[in-house]
C-alpha cells in the first residue's frame, strides 16, 4: 500500500503543533485506506525531533542535510518531490502556515497532483478524495473533489484536527539520501525577526477588550481606548488595525500576532477570519458585538450582540 | 524594474445575508457589490512604490469578465502603466487552470517581479500566485511583508506564525505573494478612476493562447457549497443598548473580570 505523507513542521528546534494534528487526522485516514503513515522529516540537526515523533509513525523518513537547515520552499520542494516519486504516497498532508502556502501551490504544479488547501476535513469516498474548505472568510463551506490521481496534496488549517495518537506505531526511522543533488538556492536565509514584542503582553490579560475593522476610523479608536480604561481591560485587535498602523502590533491577535487566554475576550466588529478565531481559542468566555449576524465569530462566541459598536460603546461607557 | 501584478475583482460579503446559488456551486453572487481584492491593492501600492523608486513599468493582469476591468481601472488610477483582462469565455478553471493561463500570458512579457496578494477573498484559496512562480520557474516567497530591491536581488521579509519574521534574500526574477500591511495603499479619487477610464486596456483571449484541454482541465471541482451548519452558537443578548451595555457589565462581574 502505497503511504499517507506528513511534512513534519518545526522552527527553532521545536516541533509545530500542526505536525500532530496532521498526524491526529492521518492516523484517522490510515485507518480507512489501511495505508502505512510516513512521517517526513527535513531539516538539519534534526535527530532531537525522533524521540517525540516515535509511535506516531509507521516510517519516519529523514532527510539531514546543511543546506535544510532553514526552510526553503525551493529546496523543500525538490526533496519532497524525489520522495514522492519513490514511494509514491497516496496523501501527503501539509500545513496551511507559512511553510505550506510557499511549497504547496509549486508542488502540486510540479509533481501534477491535485491539491486543496486550507482543509478543515478530508473525507474518503470510495476511492475519491474530497477536502471540506471555508470560503468568504467562513461565511459559507465547500466541499471540493479532487480529480482521480496517482497523489493528493492537501494542507491542512491549523486546529481543525486534534492531536491524537490512536494507536502506537512502530517508528522505522529511515535516513535517505537524496537521487539528485540539490538545486543551487535561490533564497538565502537572513535572520528571524521577533515582531510582536511590547509593553504589554496580551497573552497574559485576563480581561481583553478587542477591536477590529468595524471601528472604521482611527479616531474612533480614543472610544475603545477610554472603555479599556473604564473598566480595567486591556486593549488588543484583529490584525487590518496593527496594518494600518492605528496599533502597534504587540496588540494583535491571532495566527501571527499572539494566542490569547484571556477569562472574557469582548471582540468590537471583529468578523471572526479562521486567523484570528485561532487566536482566541483559549478564552475562557467570548462576547462579540457585530452589526452583521452571520459573522463567523458569533459561532464560536458565548454571548452574541447583533449591534451597531457605536451604539454599544457609549451605553457601556454611560453604565461604568 | 519591470513589474506584474495579477489581481482579482472579488465580492464585497460583509454584512450580507449570503444565499446559496441554485446549482449550489457558489453563493448567488448577483445581489453582491465587488471590489478589488484586499491583498491585492497591497501588492499594487507595492508595485508602486518600487516603481517610484526604480523606474521601469508595472502591468496589472487580471482573468475575467469585461466587468472585472473595474478593478484594472483601479490599478491605472494608482500608477499602473499598462493593464491586461484575459478573457476565459465560458470556461471554468480551478486553481490550476488559472496559473497554467496567467503563466502563459505572462511568458510573453518583460518582468523582474511578479506579484500577487497572498489570498483572494472569495474562495480563500492563497494558490495561484505559487503556482504560477511553478509553471514559470522563478523563486517565490510567500506571505511577504516587506521587499527592498537591491540589483537582481531583493531583501524580504515573510511572515511566519506568532508574530515571528524572516529576513531571506532571493535572487530576481521571482514571484512574491503579498501580505497585508506591508504598506498602506493610497487614496483612489473617483477622479483618478474616471482618467484612468480613457487608458486602454488590452484584451487576450483564452482561445488564442496555446494552451491545451490538459492544461485546462479542473483537477479540483466544488460539489457543494453550504451555509455553515448550525453549531449551539452564541447566546444572543436583546434590546435596547443601555439593556445590552447592563447585561455585558453583569457577565464581566460573573466571569470575575469585574467587581
Ligand atoms: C497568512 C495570514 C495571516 C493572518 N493573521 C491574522 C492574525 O494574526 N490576526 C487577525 O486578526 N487576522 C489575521 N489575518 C487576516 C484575516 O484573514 C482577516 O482579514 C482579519 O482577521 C479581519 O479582521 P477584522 O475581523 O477586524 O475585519 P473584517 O473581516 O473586515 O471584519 C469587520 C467586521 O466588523 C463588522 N462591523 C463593521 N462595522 C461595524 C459596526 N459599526 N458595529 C459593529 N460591527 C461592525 C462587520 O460586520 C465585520 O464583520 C491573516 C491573514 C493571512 C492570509
Known sequence: ?320 | MDIIVCVKRVPFTQEVDLEIGQDKKDIDRSPLVYALNDWDGYAIEEAVLIKEQFGGTITAITLGSEDDEEVLRRCLAVGTDKAMRIDPGSRELDGYGISRVLSEVIRGLSFDLILTGVQAEDDNQAMIGIMTAEQLGLAHAAVVTGIEVKDQSALIRCELEDGLEERSILSLPALLTIQSGINEPRYVSLMGIKKAAKKGIETVLLTDLNLTEEDLAPRTHIEEVYLPPDTEGADMIIGEPSRIAEEILRLLKEKGVRT
Request: charged letters at 25%.
Open chain 1, 1 to 320: 500500500m502505497n503511504p499517507i505523507f506528513v511534512l513534519v513542521e518545526h522552527r527553532r528546534g521545536k516541533i509545530r503543533d500542526i505536525t500532530f494534528e496532521m498526524l491526529g487526522k492521518a492516523g484517522d485516514l490510515s485507518h480507512w485506506q489501511g495505508c502505512p503513515l510516513t512521517v517526513v522529516l527535513i531539516g538539519w540537526e534534526v535527530t532531537p525531533f525522533l524521540q517525540e515523533l516515535s509511535g506516531w509513525a509507521d516510517t519516519i523518513l529523514v532527510v539531514e542535510k546543511e543546506e535544510l537547515k532553514n526552510f526553503d520552499a525551493g529546496l523543500y520542494q525538490e526533496v519532497l518531490h524525489q520522495l514522492i516519486q519513490e514511494y509514491r504516497p497516496c496523501i501527503t498532508l501539509m500545513g496551511q502556515t507559512s511553510w505550506g502556502l510557499d511549497l504547496a501551490p509549486a508542488l502540486a504544479v510540479k509533481t501534477g497532483f491535485p491539491l486543496a488547501t486550507d482543509c478543515l476535513d478530508i473525507l474518503t469516498d470510495g476511492d475519491q478524495v474530497k477536502a471540506i474548505r471555508q470560503a468568504y472568510g467562513g461565511k459559507v463551506f465547500t466541499r471540493v473533489a479532487l480529480k482521480k490521481s496517482a497523489g493528493y496534496l492537501m494542507t491542512v488549517r491549523a486546529g481543525a484536527f486534534s492531536p491524537e495518537k490512536t494507536e502506537e506505531r512502530k517508528g522505522e526511522i529511515i535516513k535517505q539520501e537524496l537521487k539528485a543533488d540539490l538545486p543551487e538556492p535561490r533564497r538565502r536565509f537572513v535572520e528571524f525577526v521577533e515582531n510582536g514584542a511590547g509593553e504589554i503582553d496580551i497573552a497574559q490579560a485576563e480581561f481583553l477588550i478587542s477591536v477590529g475593522r468595524g471601528i472604521g476610523e482611527e479616531e474612533n479608536l480614543t472610544l475603545v481606548k477610554d472603555l479599556a480604561q473604564s473598566l480595567g481591560g486591556v486593549l488588543s485587535c484583529s490584525r487590518p488595525i496593527v496594518d494600518k498602523k492605528w496599533l502597534p502590533k504587540f496588540h494583535q491577535v491571532g495566527t501571527s500576532g499572539k494566542s490569547v487566554k484571556p477569562k472574557v475576550y469582548l471582540a468590537l466588529g471583529i468578523s471572526g477570519a479562521f486567523q484570528h478565531l485561532a487566536g482566541i481559542s483559549g478564552a475562557g468566555t467570548v462576547i462579540a458585538v457585530n452589526k452583521d449576524p452571520k459573522a463567523p465569530i458569533f459561532r464560536v462566541a458565548d454571548y452574541g450582540v447583533v449591534e451597531d459598536l457605536f451604539k454599544i460603546l457609549p451605553a457601556l461607557m454611560e453604565k461604568v
